[in-house]
């Protein structure tokens, strides 16, 4: 995951990716624990395959 930090607005705390505000919520604790629920997601999706053909389209042969 890209570098994050969670800071302090008032009474809210607001996740940063790099300098983009992307999640606000009420509680630094849930924060975290959106953070790190995101990261596994991410971690857990398959790496994609660079030298996988596309699927090719079955044609109708009528002859």
């Given at each position: 995951?890209?570098?994050?930090?969670?800071?302090?607005?008032?009474?809210?705390y607001v996740v940063q990716a790099d300098d983009?505000?992307?999640l606000k919520v009420a509680s630094r604790?849930?924060?975290?624990?959106?953070?790190?629920?995101?990261?596994?997601?991410?971690?857990?999706?398959?790496?994609?395959?660079?030298?996988?053909?596309?699927?090719?389209?079955?044609?109708?042969?009528?002859?």
């Open positions: 995951m890209k570098s994050y930090s969670i800071v302090r607005m008032g009474d809210d983009k505000s992307i604790r849930r924060a975290a624990q959106l953070v790190s629920d995101a990261s596994e997601l991410l971690n857990a999706q398959p790496e994609p395959a660079d030298d996988a053909e596309p699927p090719v389209a079955a044609e109708n042969e009528a002859s």
